[in-house]
């Protein structure tokens, strides 16, 4: 419960590289995620190239904190692997994901944020571009990541107006 | 990390009543969840009603665990809250905070199972009615939660051929 509460959006990183290792264990948090139908389906881009960072971070209006991130990791539905679902269903089982990716970072003692990608035309155009994506592949976020640089504090977000007992 | 990777698919429930205080900490763990521009797009229904339980039951094709179920949380879409955001983007905020409500159940040694209805708008349709949500409020899910009853184990998604680094 504690990381649900203590999960914030971090934006400043230090250089500390992120180990191979730890990115795939956030990955794998995002993979343990459920589904419709189990039918998984998603695909995850890991970046570490300096090269490659700069070069989203250039073209893509919000993820500016790419030029300072060690690592990112793109979390993309793959539509090969979605059957006849309707267009809505991998776009919350990928959110989903990215939320365990992003609740795990907060738990190893990491810092993300997710910069949106999909529905925004050109944003997914940019970024299909960049890490050449197939066809019927699409991202929908890019989430930088890497330890956290000075103080950054979770937001108490709790409304009791947006309860409702027993319908509206 | 732990409840990452034990949250399952809970469908069976023992008829032990959840207390209000616990099904409000499941929609504050929701309310945790990040949003596109913190916009907060959400409202959440939650229901102990035995009536109205077997109404959504009686009526929704994937939900019959909620003749069973002694309570349930119907994450919706406020779009009323969602400025000028793209369409895309409030079903990415309910849908990381869906993921929220279901580790924290996992937590606090709940079971709980998401039950897809939005984009399907025959679903949406039948949960607008039943719990009487005005014309800007979308349901994404029916969450059906209580205590388990018999086994369930979580599922081991992981698979390697899903991870790409430094692009496809």
């Not at 990115?23 to 189990?38: D, Q």
């Not at 695909?43 to 300096?50: D, G, K, P, Q, Y």
């Not at 990112?72 to 990928?94: F, H, M, N, R, T």
Request: charged share 20%; hydrophobic share 45%; proline share 7%.
């Amino acid at each position: 419960m504690s990381c649900i509460f203590t999960r914030k959006s971090v934006r400043n990183f230090t250089q500390e590289r992120v180990n191979d290792e730890i990115l795939i264990e956030l990955v794998r948090a995002g993979m343990a995620a459920p589904s419709a139908r189990n039918l998984q389906p998603w695909a995850f881009i890991i970046v570490t190239e300096r090269k490659v960072l700069d070069l989203l971070a250039e073209r893509l209006p919000y993820a500016k904190m790419l030029f300072e991130a060690p690592a990112a990791i793109i979390v993309c539905g793959d539509l090969s692997k979605a059957g006849d679902s309707p267009e809505g269903y991998w776009v919350q089982d990928c959110s989903a994901a990215t939320q365990n990716i992003l609740l795990a970072a907060e738990a190893l003692g990491l810092g993300a944020v997710w910069t949106g990608v999909y529905p925004r035309n050109d944003r997914v155009a940019i970024v299909k571009e960049v890490l050449r994506l197939p066809e019927s592949v699409t991202p929908l976020n890019v989430i930088p990541v890497g330890y956290p640089r000075g103080e950054h504090h979770p937001k108490d977000k709790f409304n009791e107006t947006n309860i409702h007992w027993q319908g509206w």
